[in-house]
């Protein structure tokens, strides 16, 4: 069965630093493009991070440029996202997700999510 598995959020203060993992199982994790999206209490979802699945392109969102790095290990199933500089508006619950198309039809996986809070 599909999972994705995240670990590594918990609790800092302004301006430390965290590193999410996320594992992927019973897919062909090379094949797909790897994201991070987050959601705070009463907004959207939002793309934080996405790399392709042969890492040649990265995309951040304006709020984390600069500050959060993705990266992936096709050879291990994993994602990270790196999480540096944080700030308070960084709380939110971070969802790692797994996307393909093919021929119009999408492939699409979530985890969990794991909870980052960033207080002082």
């Known amino acids: 069965q599909v999972q994705l598995v995240e670990s590594g959020g918990g609790l800092v203060q302004p301006g430390g630093s965290l590193r999410l993992s996320c594992i992927g199982s019973?897919?062909?994790?090379?094949?797909?493009?790897t994201s991070w999206y987050r959601q705070a209490p009463g907004k959207e979802r939002e793309l934080v991070a996405l790399?392709?699945?042969?890492?040649?392109?990265?995309t951040y969102a304006g709020s984390v440029k600069g500050r959060f790095t993705i990266s992936r290990d096709n050879a291990k199933n994993t994602v990270w996202l790196q999480m540096n500089s944080l700030k308070p508006e960084d709380t939110a619950v971070y969802y790692c997700?797994?996307?393909?198309?093919?021929?119009?039809?999408?492939?699409?996986?979530w985890g969990q999510g794991t909870q980052v809070t960033v207080s002082s």
């Open positions: 790399i392709t699945s042969d890492r040649s392109s990265r």
């Open positions: 019973g897919f062909t994790f090379n094949n797909y493009a």
């Open positions: 997700n797994a996307y393909l198309i093919i021929n119009g039809r999408p492939y699409n996986y």
